[in-house]
């Protein structure tokens, strides 16, 4: 499956199908919803390098696994 990834070194966008992931799991947080945790690496086409990515940090159907991924970050306020 390819993914869009953002080149942290060059700044850009790619898709890559040669990616992996690294202790990858489902857990819930404090109020229960389930978030995705581990690493996502992949191999970049644009430098060379490899990069790891939080899953939350992914515009792809990964972090779209994760129910208001991205909102409702601000809802709450404190503690
Ligand atoms: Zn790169």
Redesign the pocket.
């Known amino acids: 499956m390819e993914l869009p990834f953002v080149?942290?070194?060059?700044g850009r966008v790619?898709s890559s199908s040669r990616w992996e992931t690294r202790d990858l799991a489902v857990v819930l947080d404090a109020d229960g919803k389930k978030c995705l945790r581990g690493r996502v690496r992949v191999a970049?086409p644009?430098?060379?390098?490899w990069?790891d990515f939080a899953p939350e940090e992914l515009a792809c159907p990964l972090a779209g696994a994760v129910p208001d991924a991205g909102e409702d970050r601000n809802g709450k306020g404190g503690a």
Not at 7 to 10: I, L, Q
Not at 46 to 49: A, E, F, T, V
């Open positions: 080149c942290p070194v060059v790619f970049c644009l430098c060379g390098g990069h």
